[in-house]
T-cell receptor
Framework: RKEVEQDPGPFNVPEGATVAFNCTYS??????FFWYRQDCRKEPKLLMS???SGNEDGRFTAQLNRASQYISLLIRDSKLSDSATYLC??????????????FGKGTKLSVKP | EPEVTQTPSHQVTQMGQEVILRCVPI?????FYWYRQILGQKVEFLVS????????KSEIFDDQFSVERPDGSNFTLKIRSTKLEDSAMYFC???????????FGDGTRLSIL
């Protein structure tokens, strides 16, 4: 069974805090990795793709360790607007898969003033 | 920025009735997907569609479900005889190429009574 496991949360942090999310995935054939964010009752929105070398986008840094099948997301200087559920997402790399996505259940982040 | 659009935003249907959920993917995209999210649970893959045929489907996508791309713009999900457990948010997604991230529509909330 292909699974993506995430910290259960919720994470409640003050504005300006640094917060880290962790994720493990079971499908060693997964080829692509992403972090999406989802606001309450809204669609998932792509936050960033995750590359083997690690990548940064402003306050957001993502890391991937293929050997241990581990993905992380670091948010620095968190803002009130960062409050959302963060979804760790990998592609199903088996067979003729067209990159179907396997989602974690998400970690809820609440940033307080 | 181009968007995936879905209609209706909310559909209320009696159990046993047929329902059609509509999606207009981003215009030059080639890969199309349906996902669902039962309230409080993770996003789950239903079906992928490429080159005018189903590429892959999950075990959720049984004989009650079908998809169509009736013209160059629409991508529909039909549920023939709805059950109570079909109540969920249904998200359509599309992407341009196989290694691009998927972009999601804002979903249709399906409520089965």
């Amino acid at each position: 069974r292909k699974e993506v496991e995430q910290d259960p949360g919720p994470f409640n942090v003050p504005e300006g805090a640094t917060v880290a999310f962790n994720c493990t995935y079971s499908n060693s054939a997964s080829q692509s990795f992403f972090w999406y964010r989802q606001d309450c009752r809204k669609e998932p929105k792509l936050l960033m793709s995750v590359y083997s070398s690690g990548n940064e986008d402003g306050r957001f840094t993502a890391q991937l360790n293929r050997a241990s099948q581990y993905i992380s997301l670091l948010i620095r200087d968190s803002k009130l607007s960062d409050s959302a559920t963060y979804l760790c997402v990998v592609t199903d790399g088996y067979g003729g898969s067209q990159g179907n996505l396997i989602f974690g259940k998400g970690t809820k982040l609440s940033v307080k003033p | 920025e181009p968007e995936v659009t879905q209609t209706p935003s909310h559909q209320v249907t009696q159990m046993g009735q047929e329902v059609i959920l509509r999606c207009v993917p981003i215009s030059n995209h080639l890969y199309f997907y349906w996902y669902r999210q039962i309230l409080g649970q993770k996003v789950e893959f239903l079906v992928s569609f490429y080159n005018n045929e189903i590429s892959e489907k999950s075990e959720i996508f049984d004989d009650q479900f079908s998809v169509e791309r009736p013209d160059g713009s629409n991508f529909t999900l039909k549920i023939r005889s709805t059950k109570l457990e079909d109540s969920a948010m249904y998200f359509c997604a599309s992407k341009l190429t196989s290694n691009q991230p998927q972009h999601f529509g804002d979903g249709t909330r399906l409520s089965i009574l």
